[in-house]
């Protein structure tokens, strides 16, 4: 049994901050790249950052290059979703998800690679 569980959503000014973390727990067994996607109303669900097990590599979406930094705690089993700069256009269901790998210097960016997936989290930037 794999799990995650995203926190840290909810409503934010633009121009504002939100921090979204993702706890992983379960039996895994190897070695896993993370990533966030998240889902507008109507939207597909779209890439937005992806880091690699040992956390050297990551990789952004071009719409948050520059403006969200993604991290993860190998200790803890968490990955984490900085968003500074928050746009009306950020405003979406974000999901952390688990891609599993053999490699330390890995990024998953497509929605295939992933296998395991969290609830979601709301997140709502007002102008």
């Known amino acids: 049994q794999v799990q995650l569980v995203e926190s840290g959503g909810g409503l934010a000014q633009a121009g504002g901050s939100l921090r979204l973390s993702c706890a992983v727990s379960g039996r895994t067994f190897s070695r896993y790249a993370l990533g966030w996607f998240r889902q507008a109303p109507g939207a597909e669900r779209e890439f937005v950052a992806g880091?690699?097990?040992?956390?050297?590599?990551?990789f952004y979406a071009d719409p948050v290059k520059g403006r969200f930094s993604i991290s993860r705690d190998n200790a803890k089993n968490t990955v984490t979703l900085r968003m500074n700069s928050l746009e009306p256009e950020d405003t979406a269901v974000y999901y952390c998800g688990l891609c599993p790998t053999h490699h330390n210097h890995y990024v998953c960016r497509s929605f295939e690679e992933y296998r395991y997936w969290g609830q979601g989290t709301q997140v709502t930037v007002s102008s």
């Open positions: 880091i690699g097990w040992n956390g050297e590599l990551d």
